[in-house]
């Protein structure tokens, strides 16, 4: 890394390579989290954050690995609570930079709960949830993304629950900035890395990742040539939702209240569903968009700007001490009924 | 009640000098005795005793009214002398309605003075309670006990009749006429209660009113009516000269913690999911930002302990605290907080259990869980106050010791000492121990698993401290590089060391205080809120000239250096315990000597009475 300018505050100038740890990565070979790992630290420069003000905190599982790979500080915690951890760092430091990384089983299932209340309270945290619809550390068993009759390991005759959408419960949870990349597609992957970490707030971002020992190409429709020509619809603000191979262009739009897939070139220009990042309604239509029926959206799908927890509590306390002064603990004892002996 | 019968020359009725008095006002959830007994508090603590009290009220929020399960109550003893406990038998029962009366007469002594509210009689009050009669119409309660019948509802409506205000708000201030009658019996100055009065209902004068002119007839009704032949004098106690305040354990809990935060200038970030009896923890603390104390109202116990967990990662102090109920959720994370050797502080206030339990009901029954509560070899720091203003102390020093050795502490309260109150001498803040906090800047030689050669302490570094960027987590770490291994002799080397740091704690341990004699017959080794039960046994058998002192442990782990050799100093030790003998198990284990527990886990605090027959069970069997 080199220094800009002349100041000793400025912040250097990052490479990818001050990024990476000096810890082997043990992830199985062909691990969608290898991409992502090398996408995260390369987009790390581009955020002009001093590397030690950089954390990333996770909770356990095979993404959870994650911070002994970046060479910022790290917290790798107990499963599922990673967001909790984040709450109570960003209570303590709000000038820290603070990245959650999870997983479908990590985020999603033990660690529902905390995921619904980091995103409500929208604590400025980036949460980058790695989907691969597998419970990988533990070797094999369904995860709460795996699709329903899914057989695995713990369910040889078919998962008997329905798999949660994480764009939806993300959502549902009143997150304000929500978006979705895919471990195979670099370039959209660090576009959207960035803008999610750029965000301020509680900002979601869901991985489609291959586990290629478990669930090999669970993402296929996304992966191979020819089904991503078909089935991507990349969201960009103030675009309309088209998609398909050029000589099958195809649009989404409303029926009444319900999406529908038309051969563009039959809608007039005036009936096109245009991108609006900051439709609520819209974005968690987008979000139960999949193929086969529909496209599978890709990019930001919501992002406003909402109240942030630990800015309101901070606030509190700055009032409270420029009401009242700083708290002292002298006064206080002697304060209120009592009693000389 | 002890009776030095001195009468009082120039009083209108016969007043006799008592040393202690103990009494007890229990009504409906709904007729406010927890109020009228924090009030009768108050002013004994003005009039200079010294006092113990005893909160007792069921966690139905609105029980169905004239149950016996919702009767609710409040004990205190108040005495010229030092008074260590609530009291064992009543002096003064208060009965507000038939449920109570059935609920706590076996707690009257005989010939003890038991004023009844009639009015709260009748025929749908005694059916709920299961009387088939009207029990103050048996001639054999008189003959019993100083009965009393006051139709308390009638006196306030009178006192009342030219005030507009409906029959419920009339109602509810007889509470204050209970109040006004027994203030009148002890020689209570009613002056708190007025200033009180004056505070609650500035906004509404006619309840101000109100409550003033009833407090003020019950008082008179004393003065005047026939029924009372004499009243009492308690002089004030001879306690240590200061500036005194009314502490419960809870708002002493808050209040350690701000200290500490004001000492260390370090953030206090305090995690908690509400839950009886420690949601008033988290209440005083949100009152108090200006301390920098961080509440956040978590999701659940595990979001309480973990914020707190990532708040102590960020150079703050992370506090977290609940009942046993919570802190079994807590497990897993406090072992993180030991494998991340990071500063965090637990506060358990027992409640009855196991499970749900007997939430508003105190007990001791989580030592061992906090001893060993948690997966695998994983040692904490625990410490136990032994009375409601200990609990500022023991807080303090909570904090002071898992910033200094980088480990978490338990901080074993109850639900006796979260709500009781004692008098407490304000403490001068300035004699308390610094709270030196140094983050890790140096850059030469640094490893995440550094160690201090004295407490074994890892460093402890800000994030945010360019140049010392690293990684910790939960998973076996390499001593000094903090590497992940999965050596054998490591993780053997890490389980030894994460244990010698804890025992190491013992440095900060003061020399044992021993109540009575150096060595003898019998040793009472007690801890926490029992303080004041073992206190007042002992000292009684002292007085009774049997050879009897007693130990209150504040630290359980580590234990004191010198306890080994103080057990080894009497022929027997026993060991009192609100639960099915827990310390007793570790005692002996650890020093091999042939401890006995007193046990009983009946929600409610021992009574010294029962300790002292359990001393002299004791001395008769040797």
Same mark, same amino acid.
């Given at each position: 890394m080199s220094t800009t300018g002349a100041g000793p505050a400025a912040t250097p100038k990052y490479t990818k390579k001050d990024f990476e740890s000096d810890q082997d990565v043990r992830w199985c070979p062909g691990c969608g989290d290898y991409a992502i790992l090398s996408a995260i630290q390369k987009s790390m420069p581009d955020l002009g954050v001093p590397r030690e003000d950089i954390v990333f905190i996770s909770g356990i599982g095979c993404s959870s690995r994650f911070p002994y790979y970046m060479n910022t500080y790290g917290f790798h915690t107990i499963h599922g609570r990673a967001p909790a951890i984040a709450t109570g760092l960003r209570l303590a430091r709000p000038d820290l930079?603070?990245?959650?990384?999870?997983?479908? !089983?990590?985020?999603?299932?033990?660690?529902?709960?905390?995921?619904?209340?980091?995103?409500?309270?929208?604590?400025?945290?980036?949460?980058?949830?790695?989907?691969?619809?597998?419970?990988?550390?533990?070797? !094999?068993?369904?995860?709460?993304?795996?699709?329903?009759?899914?057989?695995?390991?713990?369910?040889?005759?078919?998962?008997?629950?329905?798999?949660?959408?994480?764009?939806?419960?993300?959502?549902?949870? !009143?997150?304000?900035?929500?978006?979705?990349?895919?471990?195979?597609?670099?370039?959209?992957?660090?576009?959207?890395?960035?803008?999610?970490?750029?965000?301020?707030?509680?900002?979601?971002?869901?991985?489609?990742?291959?586990?290629?020992?478990?669930?090999?190409?669970?993402?296929?429709?996304?992966?191979?040539?020819?089904?991503?020509?078909?089935?991507?619809?990349?969201?960009?603000?103030?675009?309309?939702?088209?998609?398909?191979?050029?000589?099958?262009?195809?649009?989404?739009i409303m029926d009444g209240v319900v999406p529908k897939v038309v051969k563009a070139r039959d809608v007039q220009e005036s009936a096109l569903w245009v991108h609006d990042e900051t439709n609520a309604n819209?974005?968690?239509?987008?979000?139960?968009?999949?193929?086969?029926?529909?496209?599978?959206?890709? !990019?930001?799908l919501y992002a406003v700007d909402a109240p942030i927890y630990e800015d309101l509590l901070l606030e509190q306390e700055q009032r409270a001490i420029s009401e009242r002064g700083p708290g002292d603990i002298g006064k206080l004892l002697t304060s209120g009924d009592t009693w000389r002996i | 009640?002890?009776?030095?019968? /001195?009468?009082?020359?120039?009083?209108?009725?016969?007043?006799?000098?008592?040393?202690?008095?103990? =009494?007890?006002?229990?009504?409906?959830?709904?007729?406010?005795?927890?109020?009228?007994?924090?009030?009768?508090?108050?002013?004994? *603590?003005?009039?200079?005793?010294?006092?113990?009290?005893?909160?007792? @009220?069921?966690?139905?929020?609105?029980?169905?009214?004239? /149950?016996?399960?919702? =009767?609710?109550?409040?004990?205190?003893?108040?005495?010229?002398?030092?008074?260590?406990?609530?009291?064992?038998?009543?002096?003064?029962?208060?009965?507000?309605? %038939?449920?109570?009366?059935?609920?706590?007469?076996?707690?009257?002594?005989?010939?003890?003075?038991?004023?009844?509210?009639?009015?709260?009689?009748?025929?749908?009050?005694?059916?709920?309670?299961?009387?088939?009669?009207? %029990?103050?119409?048996? %001639?054999?309660?008189?003959?019993?006990?100083?009965?009393?019948n006051v139709d308390m509802t009638a006196l306030t409506h009178e006192a009342l009749k030219d005030l507009l205000l409906n029959t419920?708000?009339?109602?509810?201030?007889?509470? @204050?006429?209970?109040?006004?009658?027994?203030?009148?019996?002890?020689?209570? %100055?009613?002056?708190?209660?007025?200033?009180?009065?004056?505070?609650? @209902?500035?906004?509404?004068?006619?309840?101000?009113? *109100?409550? /003033?002119?009833?407090l003020k007839a019950g008082h008179a009704f004393g003065e005047t009516a026939e029924i009372f032949g004499e009243h009492y004098t308690i002089e004030p106690a001879q306690m240590a000269p200061g500036l005194y305040r009314a502490m419960t354990g809870n708002r002493a809990l808050a209040w350690g913690l701000l200290a500490a935060a004001e000492r260390s200038k370090l953030p206090i970030v305090y995690g908690a999911y509400p839950i009886t009896p420690a949601s008033g923890i988290l209440e005083e603390l949100a009152m108090h930002k200006r301390f920098r104390i961080r509440t956040i109202q978590a999701e659940d116990e595990i979001a309480a302990v973990t914020a707190a967990i990532g708040a102590s990662f960020g150079g703050a102090i992370g506090v977290t605290g609940s009942s046993g109920p919570g802190i079994a959720l807590k497990g897993e994370a406090i072992g993180l907080a030991v494998m991340a050797e990071l500063p965090l502080v637990v506060f358990n206030i027992q409640r009855g259990g196991p499970s749900t339990g007997l939430p508003t009901k105190t007990e001791q029954a989580d030592l061992m869980q906090a001893l060993y509560g948690r997966n695998s070899e994983s040692p904490v720091v625990v410490l136990a106050p032994a009375t409601p203003g200990d609990c500022f102390f023991v807080a303090y020093e909570a904090l002071r010791v898992a910033v200094k050795y980088m480990v978490p502490v338990i901080v074993l309260s109850d639900g006796f000492l979260a709500n009781g109150s004692e008098p407490w001498l304000i403490p001068d803040v300035s004699t308390l121990p610094p709270i030196d906090v140094e983050f890790r800047t140096d850059l030469e030689g640094f490893f995440p698993y550094l160690r201090d050669p004295a407490t074994l302490a890892r460093p402890w570094v800000r994030p945010g401290t360019a140049g010392l960027e690293h990684r910790i987590g939960g998973i076996e770490k390499q001593d000094v590089t903090g590497n992940i291994s999965y050596d054998p002799d490591n993780h053997d080397h890490m389980v030894r060391t994460r244990a010698e740091k804890v025992r190491r704690v013992a440095q900060e341990i003061p020399p044992t205080t021993v109540n009575g004699p150096a060595g003898g017959e019998v040793l009472v080794v007690g801890w926490g809120g029992t303080f004041g039960s073992i206190t007042a046994a002992a000292e009684r058998a002292q007085s009774e000239g049997l050879s009897v002192a007693a130990v209150h442990l504040r630290y359980l782990n580590p234990l004191p250096p010198d306890l080994g050799h103080i057990l080894r100093q009497y022929r027997r030790v026993l060991v009192p315990e609100i639960n099915s003998g827990q310390l007793v198990r570790v005692l002996r284990a650890e020093y091999l000597v042939d401890a006995v527990g007193f046990n009983r886990v009946r929600g409610l605090p021992l009574s010294s009475d029962e300790i002292h027959h359990a001393i002299n069970q004791l001395l008769g069997s040797t």
């Open positions: 930079t603070v990245f959650l990384v999870t997983g479908d !089983g990590d985020g999603l299932s033990i660690g529902g709960n905390h995921m619904l209340h980091v995103l409500r309270r929208n604590v400025d945290v980036t949460i980058l949830l790695f989907n691969n619809r597998i419970y990988g550390l533990t070797k !094999g068993q369904y995860s709460p993304t795996s699709e329903l009759g899914k057989v695995t390991k713990s369910t040889p005759m078919g998962a008997a629950d329905r798999p949660v959408n994480p764009l939806a419960f993300a959502l549902g949870s !009143g997150a304000a900035f929500v978006a979705r990349t895919v471990d195979r597609n670099i370039p959209h992957m660090e576009a959207m890395l960035k803008r999610a970490a750029m965000h301020r707030g509680a900002s979601f971002l869901e991985i489609l990742q291959n586990c290629p020992v478990y669930n090999d190409l669970a993402w296929n429709v996304i992966y191979e040539k020819e089904s991503k020509l078909q089935y991507e619809l990349r969201l960009e603000h103030g675009k309309p939702l088209i998609f398909g191979p050029p000589d099958d262009r195809r649009a989404v819209a974005a968690k239509l987008l979000a139960d968009l999949f193929a086969p029926d529909f496209p599978v959206p890709v !990019g930001v | 009640m002890a009776e030095g019968a /001195t009468a009082v020359a120039g009083a209108v009725k016969p007043r006799r000098e008592l040393d202690r008095a103990v =009494v007890r006002f229990a009504g409906d959830s709904g007729d406010g005795m927890q109020l009228t007994g924090e009030q009768f508090t108050a002013e004994s *603590a003005w009039a200079g005793n010294d006092v113990a009290t005893l909160p007792n @009220f069921p966690a139905e929020i609105r029980a169905p009214a004239g /149950t016996l399960f919702g =009767v609710s109550s409040f004990q205190l003893q108040f005495g010229s002398q030092r008074v260590y406990t609530p009291g064992d038998r009543l002096d003064c029962l208060v009965a507000m309605n %038939p449920a109570a009366l059935k609920v706590h007469l076996g707690d009257l002594k005989p010939g003890g003075l038991l004023i009844v509210n009639t009015s709260a009689f009748d025929k749908r009050n005694l059916d709920k309670a299961g009387y088939p009669s009207n %029990p103050v119409d048996d %001639p054999t309660l008189g003959e019993r006990y100083r009965l009393h419920k708000e009339k109602d509810r201030c007889k509470n @204050f006429f209970a109040l006004g009658v027994v203030s009148w019996i002890y020689t209570r %100055p009613l002056e708190p209660t007025l200033e009180w009065i004056g505070k609650r @209902f500035a906004k509404s004068p006619t309840l101000a009113d *109100a409550n /003033t002119r009833v």
